[in-house]
């Protein structure tokens, strides 16, 4: 008889954003002429930069040429090329990167669930709550124990590490999703000590590291002395390029990642993540990767930028309305994601509700990123302008 893994049965029956596209249609049914201003999921308006487009057709026609055609990508890490225009790009944060510790990838997302194939079931996982999901439903469906560290209003919603808390795998975020908190160079020094005295992994996720503005922030974690002894790094194109359709990300194990086998064998998680995608994964396609390579071009970089600011203005916005409401946040600096406390004692679906009855506005409960956000709500900074101004307003007419 066929048996699955019984660990599924264990979680939620919906994802969080399955569960709130759910409620939208229902209420766009019932009210099809109130049209919603959507600032719950982290979806990009902005279209791609010219450079992008303009690389991207360039390599497509490539691949309509016999002689220019491309296949699969022989080393299966990404073409040298755009690992180049990453590792170049590392150096631009202060961090050293060298390509062979690069692999690319469609998206952060992919990776962050995939990279525990290369961990034992018995590891113990430490997450921050509130916790983007993909994170602890990974672990979940792998069947292991995960243990929380409380991310709240006490510290910022930027947990540390607990010398009495003993854990093999350690997931941070930083901007963090979703509460658009940022952890400062000296924190980042005591969890890169805490992994390192544990004999721990940090797979440390920086998908938002273009948004940081304050120059004494790390843009990556490899700025920290030590990292490249604990920490796997990812990063995403999807919100500092506007690859959410068309996906490409990176992931960085560098060479200095040496564990123990069981049999007392060194092991690189470098040779193990490369034998692991080997197997299960082809890689991202050429004109993709093209595209990919323009981001970190200086004219790419200049044209992003430009996205980027549209997007942290809009992120001013919602912040300058929460200041005169008088309404507790964090996020919106350094982070494209604004952290509510939700007014007057409301639960987070109740606010949800809340919103989306009265002035049609729609956010993301907190409480679907776990316990301690609870009370709390996600708004984004990725709707057009236009549609944040007119969302702010709609705001400041109800009672709170």
């Known amino acids: 008889m066929i048996r699955i893994n019984e660990n599924f049965l264990s979680m939620e029956k919906n994802y969080l954003f399955i569960d709130i596209a759910k409620r939208l249609a229902a209420y766009t049914a019932a009210h099809p002429d109130k049209p919603l201003i959507r600032m719950g999921i982290g979806d990009v308006t902005l279209p791609l930069a010219p450079a992008v487009v303009t690389a991207m057709k360039k390599a497509a026609d490539e691949m309509g040429v016999k002689e220019t055609f491309r296949g699969y990508e022989d080393s299966g890490a990404g073409y040298a ?4 225009a990453i590792s170049g790009y590392y150096k631009t944060l202060g961090a050293d990167v060298s390509t062979d510790e690069i692999r690319v ?7 962050c669930g995939n990279i525990t194939d290369i961990f034992s079931r018995d590891n113990t996982v430490l997450m921050t709550d509130p916790v983007y999901p993909v994170y602890a439903d990974s672990n979940r469906m792998a069947g292991r124990n995960i243990l929380y560290a409380d991310s709240d209003e006490s510290n910022g919603f930027a947990a540390m590490p607990d010398k009495y808390v003993r854990a093999d795998i350690i997931y941070l975020c930083s901007p963090n999703n979703p509460t658009g908190s940022v952890y400062t160079k000296e924190q980042l020094e005591k969890w890169v000590a805490y992994a390192l005295v544990s004999e721990a992994v940090i797979i440390y996720d920086s998908a938002y590291e273009a948004f940081i503005t304050d120059p004494s922030i790390p843009r990556s974690i490899y700025c920290i002395e030590g990292a490249k002894r604990c920490a796997i790094e990812m990063c995403s194109l999807s919100k500092t390029a506007g690859f959410t359709g068309v996906r490409c990300g990176y992931t960085v194990i560098p060479d200095e990642l040496v564990v123990k086998a069981s049999d007392g064998r060194d092991v690189k998680l470098a040779d193990l993540w ?17 595209a990919a390579e323009a981001v970190f071009t200086e004219e790419g ?18 912040a300058n309305t929460l200041d005169e409401l008088g309404i507790k946040y964090t996020g919106g600096i350094n982070s494209p994601y604004i952290w509510l406390k939700c007014p007057g004692g409301m639960g987070s679906w ?9 002035v049609q506005v729609v956010g993301t409960p907190g409480e679907g990123f776990g316990r301690n956000g609870c009370g709390w709500f996600r708004l984004t900074s990725f709707n057009s302008y236009e549609n944040t101004v007119e969302a702010m307003a709609r705001l400041k007419t109800l009672d709170i």
């Open 350 to 358: 109740e606010f949800f509700d809340y919103l989306l009855d009265k």
């Open 301 to 318: 970089q200049r044209q992003i930028r430009e996205n980027i600011h549209y997007y942290q203005r809009n992120a001013m916005v919602i």
């Open 81 to 84: 090329f755009l690992r180049e």
């Open 274 to 290: 490369a034998r692991r995608q080997g197997s299960k994964f082809n890689g991202v396609s050429y004109p993709v990767q093209r």
């Open 105 to 111: 990838n469609d998206g952060a997302k992919s990776d």
